[in-house]
């Protein structure tokens, strides 16, 4: 038997203020597009930014629908976007941010698990991490350094 241990890394920022320029701006996109979620079911409105490597940022918010399942998450609202527009381009970062109707979300909203697995595949895809940056209405934002570090064991097309 042997006992091991994943080891995951991410940085913490007070709030937006502390990023980086270029970190600040994309988290201001993702907050700029949850003007645009529909979520009448939930409330819980979400939005994500995606900086390719050409400078483009592409943006995401999710999309609820009656039938609860066929509704999708912004980030990969946004990944699948970035996809189909620039199929070719590296994926950079993503940030992710949220402003529910119904509470003040103080914490960092993290991306739903199958969320990650879709941004995964693209890290594969690319060979280059992609960072994730989350934060709530206020309050702390987490880096993520790599898809890795958010999804240990995670499934990719090495099984098939
Ligand atoms: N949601 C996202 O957009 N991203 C996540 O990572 C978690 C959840 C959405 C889905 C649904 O519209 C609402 O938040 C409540 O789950």
């Given at each position: 038997?042997?006992?091991?241990t994943?080891n995951?890394?991410f940085?913490?920022f007070?709030n937006i203020?502390?990023?980086?320029s270029e970190?600040?701006?994309?988290?201001?996109?993702?907050?700029?597009?949850?003007a645009?979620?529909y979520?009448p079911?939930?409330?819980?409105?979400v939005?994500?930014?995606?900086l390719l490597?050409?400078g483009?940022?592409?943006?995401g918010?999710?999309?609820?629908?009656a039938a609860y399942?066929?509704?999708?998450?912004?980030?990969?609202v946004?990944?699948w976007a970035?996809s189909?527009?620039?199929?070719?381009?590296?994926?950079?970062?993503?940030?992710i941010?949220v402003?529910s109707?119904?509470k003040m979300?103080?914490?960092p909203?993290s991306p739903?698990?199958a969320?990650r697995?879709?941004l995964?595949?693209y890290?594969?895809?690319?060979k280059?991490p992609?960072?994730?940056f989350?934060?709530g209405?206020?309050?702390?934002?987490v880096?993520?350094h790599s898809l890795?570090?958010?999804?240990?064991?995670?499934?990719d097309q090495s099984?098939?």
């Amino acid at each position: 038997m042997e006992q091991r241990t994943f080891n995951t890394q991410f940085t913490l920022f007070e709030n937006i203020n502390d990023l980086p320029s270029e970190d600040f701006n994309l988290m201001q996109s993702a907050r700029n597009a949850i003007a645009n979620s529909y979520a009448p079911y939930s409330q819980f409105h979400v939005g994500a930014a995606i900086l390719l490597a050409n400078g483009k940022i592409v943006t995401g918010n999710n999309q609820e629908n009656a039938a609860y399942p066929s509704g999708m998450c912004a980030e990969r609202v946004a990944i699948w976007a970035a996809s189909s527009q620039y199929p070719n381009e590296v994926v950079k970062k993503i940030a992710i941010s949220v402003k529910s109707s119904i509470k003040m979300v103080e914490k960092p909203v993290s991306p739903c698990g199958a969320c990650r697995q879709t941004l995964l595949e693209y890290e594969v895809k690319q060979k280059e991490p992609i960072e994730v940056f989350f934060t709530g209405e206020v309050g702390i934002v987490v880096k993520a350094h790599s898809l890795v570090d958010l999804l240990p064991f995670a499934f990719d097309q090495s099984f098939l």
